[in-house]
C-alpha cells in the first residue's frame, strides 16, 4: 500500500525529507515502503541507505508525471530495473520530451497506471508487468465497472503519501503556486495534489480499503517482488573505474614507469628519502586500490598539456609525492614536509582529493575530454548540488504568491519589523518561510565534481541535461561518496587564464625571449628579484596575493621566500583568522621570545608554525598526538574541516572523545576548550598544506611573470578579468609597470586588449554598449583587406549603425585620421542617416568620398576623459586632473606615512576598493584602499562611529583625515573624518 511516497524531493511538490519517510516507517512497523518521487531520483539512494540502518526493506521507482498529472507509478524490480527507470528518465529529461502516457516495454520494473486514467477498452492489452492503482476515493467507482469481474489480479491499493497533516498541504499548496508563478488564489486543483494523499497509518489504510481489503494484499505482494541492493557499508568497494588499463597488474606496472620518469624530470639526485617516499606511497596506493585514481588524473593533465592548457593540482592530493612526479601537482611534498597521513591512512575510506584548476577558457574542453575518454558507455558524469530554500529568497516568493506588494515584501525578507505588529498576511510569510527553509529548491551543479564510475551512472541515478551540455547526476557528492563514487574535481579559474594569456603574447610581442618552464618552479622560489616582488607586496593582479588583507599580511610577516608564502596563504584564510590565531602566529613569527608561550607538546607537534594551528593537517596533528585520537576519528575532523561529514552528531562525537582524552591526559580544561575552539573555528575554512603549496606556486608563477614580462602580464590581467580590483586598477598598474595606455582604436585595436612593444592598445570588448559581433568583424575586416584609411572607408567596408559608430566616434577610435570627434560625428551620421548603405561585400569599386564643409568646431577641456569614463567606466588621465578645484592645502603622500607614525595627517586619495565587515558586537566597519596623485596606495580602516558618520560615497577622490599607526612594520591611516571632493562638471552639458 505504500507503493507512492513523495519527498521533498519531489521539487516543489513534497513537503518531507526520506529520513522523516523511515522514521515514519519505523513508528508504524512497515516492513517494505517505495519511495517514488515525481520526476526524480535524487532521493533513492539516501531513502535505501537509511532503511537499511533501521531494519526496512527499501524499493525506489519514480513517479511520472506530467505538471501535477500523474501518467503511472515505476517500481524497479531490482537495480537493473532501476537502471531502466533511470535511462527511461534520463532520456525525456535530456530531450526536454514531456513524459507519455503509455509507459514502454520495461524488464524489470513494474508499472502502475492510475484508474482514472485507464481506458477500459484498452485493459486487454496491459503487460504482463502493469497494474492499475485504485485510490480509496476511488473505490465506489470501481464497484460500478466490470474491471474486477475478469481483471481483479491486476487491481492495486495505490495511495499518494505527500503530507502528514494540514499544515504540509497548506505548505504543498504554497510550493504548487511558486512553481507555477501564480498566487495561490489562482491556483487549480489539476495543479496541486489531493488533499487526501496523505501518510496514513497502516489501520488507517486498513480501514479505507475495508470493503476491497484484497487490494491492499495485491499492493502488498507487489512489494515484496522488488528488491534493491546497495552496499553503504563502512568496507563497501569503490565503485569508481576499477582500471586504467587492461588490468590491475598494467596498471601497477604504468604507475611505477610514470613515478620513475618523473623522478628525472623532478630531480636532479634522487636520495635514499625520495625513493623510500615514492615506494611507500605506491605500496598504500595500491593497497588501498587507488592506483586507476591516480592514472586517471595523470591522463586528464596528459591530455591538457597536449593542448598547452595549464594547470594547478591542489587539495590534499598534492601532499602526495607521487601526485608530484605524475605532474597531477607542482608541490614537492619532501621539500615541504609534507603530512602523509592529510593525503593518505588505512582509515580513510576515499581517495585524496585532487582539485585540478585549469584555465577558465579551458575547462569546458577538458570536460568533453573526460566524457569521449572515459564516458563511451555512460559512465561519466557531471556531480549535482541541491539549491535549497534560504529564509530570505522563501520570504520573497511565499510574498508574491500571497500578492503582498513590493516595499512590504522587502521589509519581511530584511528582517525589519516586529512580528506582533504585522498583518495576517505577512504573519503567515514569516510562518511558511520557516517550513520552506532548507528544502531543495531546485538542483544545480556542483562546482567541478565529475564522477567516473565503472558501471554506468544510470546503475545509481537518473541525469539531468543542463546548459552546459554534459549529463548531471540527481544526487550530490555526499550520497555520491555513501555508495563509492568519489569525484574528481575539475576546476576553472581565471588566474591561469592570466598566466597562460600572457605566455602567448610575450611569444608574439618579445619573440627572441627565453620563457621559464613555469612548472619548473624551484628556480622561481629562488630568483631575487621575484622575492622582493613578494616582500614589498608589489603583487597587484597576481593569484592569491593582490588583495589588501594579503598584501597587508605579506608586509606584516616580512615574507620573502616560498616557503613563508605557503603558511601565508593558509594563515589568511578565514579559520586562522577568526580563532585568533593569526595575529599570534605573527607575534610569534617576529618575536622568538614570544614562542616559549606555546603548548610544549603543541610547538612540539608543529615546530614550523611556532606550536600554531595553521593548515588542515595541523589540526589531524593536535588530534593524534595531543589528544589521543586515532588516524580515523581525526578524518572525520578532516570531513568535518572541509564541510563534508554527514551530520553534526558525527562531529559531536569527535568533541566528546576529544575531550575526554585531554582529562584522561591530565590536560587543564582551560586547555582543552581553547583547543577545541581552534578546531572547530577551521571548519569549512581550513587549507591542507598541500593546498596551500599549490596556490604558492601558482602565486610564483605569476609574479615570475609580473617580474619579468610586466607589460604582457597585466594586458593578460585586463584580458580575463575575475581578479580582486577593477579593470581601472589593472590600466593603472599597467601604467606603473612601464606602458603607455592607449583609447581603443579601429586599426590598432582586437577585441581584447593588445600589446605591440610598450604600448598597449585597449580591446573593443572593454567599450560599455559596444556589440561584440561588431567589434569582432572590425578586426577581420582589418585583417582581411588592410588598415581603415578614413571614415568613410571604415563605413563602406563595415556594417554598422549609428549608436556604434558614435560609441567608436566618442572614445576616440578614428584619432588617426587626425579629425576632431565633432567633426567625425556630424559626417557618420551624414553617411549613415537616410541614405541606403551598399553591404560591404556587394561593393566592387570605392566609392568617392562626399566633400562637404563644417565650421571649426570649439574644443573642450576634458571632453575625451568624461567620454572615457562613460564609455569604459574611468578615465585614462589621472582622476585627480578632473577636480572642480585643484588641491591647494597641505597634505601628505602615501610614501610619507611612515614619518607620521602615531600623527594626524591629512591625505586625498581615489577610491579603489572598500571591504565591508563587522566588529564582534554586529556593528559595520570598513577597510579602504586608495591610490594618491602618484598612484600609490593608501590603505585605511574606518571604525563603526566613522563608518556611520562618513559613508563612502561612490568611486571619487576623498580628503581623508585620521591618524597614521603602525602594527608589525605595517603602517595604517585610522580615519577620522572623510569628504568626498567634487568634479568638473562635463562643459559640453552646462548651460
Known amino acids: 500500500m505504500y507503493l507512492n511516497c513523495h519527498s521533498y524531493y519531489s521539487l516543489r511538490y513534497g513537503i518531507i525529507s526520506e ?183 497502516r489501520e488507517e489504510f486498513q480501514k479505507l480499503y475495508s470493503t476491497k481489503t484484497y487490494l491492499i494484499g495485491q499492493a502488498e505482494n507487489l512489494l515484496s517482488q522488488c528488491q534493491i541492493d546497495f552496499d553503504f557499508s563502512a568496507n563497501r568497494p569503490h ?148 539549491n535549497t530554500f534560504k529564509h530570505s529568497a522563501a520570504v520573497r516568493e511565499l510574498g508574491k504568491v500571497f500578492g503582498l506588494p513590493k516595499h512590504e515584501i522587502d521589509i519581511l525578507s530584511d528582517g525589519k519589523f516586529e512580528y506582533e505588529k504585522l498583518d495576517k498576511l505577512s504573519k503567515l510569510v514569516i510562518i511558511y518561510s520557516k517550513e520552506l527553509d532548507g528544502k531543495p529548491n531546485y538542483l544545480s551543479i556542483h562546482a ?70 613555469i612548472h619548473h618552479v624551484k628556480p622561481l622560489f629562488e630568483d631575487i628579484h621575484i622575492n622582493t616582488l613578494v616582500s614589498r607586496a608589489e603583487c597587484i593582479g597576481c593569484f592569491y596575493v593582490e588583495s589588501p588583507a594579503m598584501r597587508m599580511l605579506l608586509r606584516k610577516l616580512e615574507v620573502d621566500n616560498y616557503l613563508g608564502l605557503v603558511a601565508a596563504s593558509s594563515i589568511i584564510r578565514p579559520g586562522v583568522a577568526k580563532s585568533g590565531m593569526m595575529r599570534e602566529y605573527i607575534m610569534r613569527h617576529k618575536n622568538p621570545q614570544r614562542r616559549k608561550q606555546a603548548h610544549p607538546i603543541l610547538y612540539q607537534i608543529m615546530p614550523e608554525t611556532y606550536g600554531v594551528m595553521v593548515y588542515q593537517e595541523d589540526v589531524i596533528k593536535v588530534a593524534h598526538f595531543f589528544a589521543g585520537l586515532d588516524l580515523g576519528e581525526a578524518d572525520v575532523l578532516r570531513r568535518g574541516m572541509s564541510g563534508k561529514y554527514r551530520s553534526r552528531e558525527e562531529f559531536d562525537k569527535v568533541q566528546e572523545k576529544f575531550m575526554k582524552n585531554c582529562r584522561d591526559k591530565g590536560y587543564p580544561e582551560a586547555t582543552s576548550k581553547e583547543i577545541w575552539r581552534q578546531i572547530e573555528s577551521f571548519a569549512g575554512y581550513a587549507f591542507a598544506k598541500g593546498h596551500s603549496a599549490s596556490y604558492a606556486v601558482e602565486s610564483y608563477q605569476s609574479l615570475y611573470l609580473k617580474c619579468y614580462f610586466p607589460v604582457e602580464y597585466m594586458v593578460a590581467v585586463i584580458n580575463n578579468g575575475g581578479g580582486f580590483y577593477s579593470t581601472e586598477l589593472y590600466v593603472h598598474e599597467a601604467k606603473r609597470c612601464g606602458a603607455e595606455i592607449e583609447a581603443p582604436c579601429i586599426n590598432h585595436s582586437h577585441y581584447p586588449t593588445w600589446v605591440y612593444g610598450r604600448k598597449i592598445f585597449l580591446g573593443f570588448h572593454i567599450l560599455h554598449s559596444m556589440e561584440s559581433q561588431l567589434a569582432i568583424q572590425i578586426v577581420q575586416e582589418r585583417n582581411k583587406n588592410g588598415s581603415f584609411e578614413s571614415l568613410e572607408d571604415f563605413i563602406e567596408r563595415v556594417e554598422i549603425g549609428i549608436e556604434q559608430l558614435d560609441i567608436l566616434i566618442r572614445i576616440n577610435a578614428f584619432r588617426g585620421f587626425g579629425i576632431d570627434k565633432r567633426t567625425l560625428l556630424w559626417r557618420g551620421r551624414y553617411l549613415l542617416s537616410g541614405v541606403a548603405k551598399p553591404s560591404p561585400q ?65 591625505l586625498f586619495g581615489y577610491l579603489i576598493t572598500v571591504k565591508y565587515t563587522s566588529t564582534n558586537k554586529g556593528e559595520r566597519m570598513h577597510f579602504g584602499t586608495f591610490i594618491d596623485e602618484n598612484g600609490d596606495w593608501i590603505d585605511t580602516v574606518h571604525f563603526p562611529p566613522v563608518a556611520k558618520k562618513y559613508p563612502f560615497r561612490g568611486k571619487a577622490i576623498y580628503k581623508i583625515e585620521g591618524l597614521i599607526t603602525e602594527e608589525f612594520g605595517f603602517h595604517t591611516l585610522e580615519v577620522v573624518s572623510m569628504h568626498r571632493l567634487n568634479n568638473m562638471p562635463d562643459q559640453r552639458f552646462v548651460g
Open 239 to 386: 565503485q569508481n573505474k576499477l582500471n586504467y588499463a587492461e588490468n590491475k597488474e598494467e596498471d601497477n606496472k604504468l604507475l611505477k614507469e610514470l613515478c620513475r620518469k618523473g623522478l628525472k624530470y623532478r630531480y636532479e639526485q634522487e636520495s635514499k628519502t625520495i625513493i623510500d617516499r615514492m615506494n611507500m606511497e605506491i605500496e598504500m596506493i595500491e593497497k588501498m586500490d587507488f592506483v586507476p585514481f591516480f592514472l586517471i588524473n595523470w591522463d586528464i593533465i596528459n591530455y591538457a598539456k597536449s593542448q598547452s592548457y595549464f594547470h594547478v593540482g591542489r587539495g590534499s592530493g598534492a601532499n602526495s609525492l607521487v601526485a608530484y612526479l605524475l605532474g597531477i601537482t607542482d608541490v614537492d611534498p619532501i621539500e615541504l614536509d609534507l603530512y602523509f597521513e592529510r593525503f593518505m591512512n588505512l582509515y580513510r575510506t576515499s581517495p585524496p582529493d585532487f582539485d585540478i584548476d585549469f584555465s577558465w577558457k579551458d575547462r569546458e574542453d577538458v570536460t568533453r575530454y573526460i566524457f569521449e575518454r572515459f564516458g563511451s558507455e555512460g559512465q561519466v558524469a557531471l556531480l549535482a548540488t541541491y
Open 19 to 201: 529520513k522523516e519517510i523511515v522514521e515514519f516507517a519505523q513508528a508504524q512497523k512497515i516492513p517494505k515502503i517505495a519511495l517514488t518521487d515525481i520526476n526524480n531520483t535524487s532521493g533513492c539512494l539516501n531513502f535505501v541507505r537509511l532503511s537499511q540502518k533501521v531494519g526496512i526493506n527499501p524499493v525506489i521507482g519514480v513517479d511520472f508525471r506530467t505538471g501535477a498529472q500523474q501518467n503511472f507509478v515505476a517500481l524497479a524490480k531490482n537495480n537493473q530495473g532501476f537502471k531502466e527507470i533511470n535511462d527511461f528518465l534520463s532520456f525525456h529529461s535530456h530531450h526536454k520530451i514531456e513524459i507519455p502516457q503509455k509507459a514502454p516495454l520495461f524488464k524489470e520494473v513494474f508499472i502502475i497506471y492510475p484508474f482514472s486514467k485507464i481506458d477500459l477498452t484498452q485493459i486487454d492489452n496491459l503487460q504482463p508487468n502493469e497494474y492499475i492503482g485504485i485510490h480509496h476515493t476511488e473505490l465506489n467507482k470501481l464497484t460500478f465497472t466490470d474491471i474486477e469481474k475478469s481483471y481483479a489480479h491486476k487491481l492495486i491499493a495505490l495511495n499518494s503519501c505527500t503530507f502528514r497533516n494540514k499544515k504540509d498541504f497548506n505548505t504543498h499548496r504554497l510550493l504548487r503556486a511558486i512553481d507555477n508563478n501564480i498566487l495561490l488564489s489562482k491556483l487549480t486543483a489539476e495543479q496541486q495534489a489531493f488533499e487526501s494523499d496523505i501518510y496514513y497509518t
Open 842 to 906: 556587394l561593393t566592387l569599386f570605392k566609392s568617392k568620398p562626399k566633400t562637404f564643409e563644417l565650421p571649426q568646431f570649439d574644443q573642450i577641456s576634458f571632453e575625451n576623459a568624461f567620454d572615457e569614463i562613460e564609455l569604459l567606466g574611468f578615465p585614462l588621465c589621472s582622476p585627480f586632473l578632473l577636480l572642480e578645484k585643484p588641491i591647494t592645502e597641505s597634505h601628505i603622500l602615501s610614501k610619507d606615512i611612515p614619518e607620521y607614525k602615531n600623527k594626524m595627517v591629512t
Open 448 to 517: 567541478g565534481g565529475i564522477i567516473i564510475s565503472e558501471k554506468p551512472i544510470h546503475w545509481f541515478t537518473a541525469t539531468d541535461l543542463p546548459p552546459k551540455g554534459f549529463p548531471t547526476t540527481q544526487f550530490d557528492m555526499i550520497i555520491s561518496e555513501d555508495v563509492g563514487l568519489y569525484k574528481y574535481d575539475i576546476l576553472a579559474q581565471r588566474g591561469l587564464g592570466k598566466i597562460k594569456d600572457a605566455i602567448s603574447l610575450i611569444s608574439i610581442n618579445q619573440p627572441d625571449k627565453k620563457i621559464a618552464d
